[in-house]
């Protein structure tokens, strides 16, 4: 029904079932891994109204596992990636997998699916820096460098009654900079490429 992907590995597709609606794949050296696509294998829908809640195990250093809840896969959705790389510390999240004895060593992680109502996972909140990015480096670049050129360009703003007369130095009033940022991004989110043409 479900498969896990992590990059340069094989895919998985054996996971172990632990409950009538639970599923756990394990990840050994899971030091290793950044991130994780977990799909459905289009041989099994989930039933109507259902989905998955995709959570993420990995063991303290006392050995228990600490599970967090990275996202959801739906019929409408059947595929996500996670970004892991950041959740290894830290605290866990509620979760439906406490119940169970699933054995987990020390060095492999577990990715969860829960199948649960639709319903039920809208009212849950996957850990926020487990998203991937949409925006692709060269955008992303490109508007940390407008949003650094801008902050540093206006941290050098005086007033007209602060400044001083200098023949030897040609001004621009802040609002045109602005102008020129606001107009950039609207650009940049039309079209990425725009400077090309």
């Not at 001083?164 to 991004?185: A, M």
Request: aromatic share 14%.
């Amino acid at each position: 029904m479900f498969g896990c992907l992590v990059a340069g590995r094989l895919v998985q597709t054996d996971a172990q079932q632990v409950a009538e609606d639970k599923f756990v794949f394990n990840l050994p050296d899971y030091e290793s891994i950044n991130h994780v696509v977990v799909f459905m294998l289009g041989t099994v829908p989930f039933p109507e109204r259902m989905g998955g809640s995709v959570y993420f195990s990995y063991p303290d250093q006392s050995g228990m596992p600490v599970w967090t809840l990275l996202g959801f896969i739906t019929n409408e959705k059947p595929s996500a990636i996670f970004k892991i790389s950041g959740l290894k510390s830290g605290e866990g999240s509620q979760h439906p997998f406490g119940t169970m004895n699933i054995p987990q060593t020390p060095s492999v992680a577990q990715i969860g699916i829960s199948v649960e109502l639709l319903e039920q996972m809208a009212q849950q909140t996957p850990v926020a820096n487990a998203a991937v990015s949409t925006i692709d480096s060269f955008t992303q670049f490109t508007q940390k460098m407008l949003d650094n050129f801008y902050n540093f360009a206006t941290s050098f703003a005086v007033s007209q009654a602060q400044m001083t007369p200098n023949p030897s130095e040609v001004f621009i009033p802040s609002n045109v900079v602005l102008k020129w940022y606001e107009n950039f991004q609207r650009r940049m989110a039309q079209n990425p490429f725009f400077w090309k043409t």
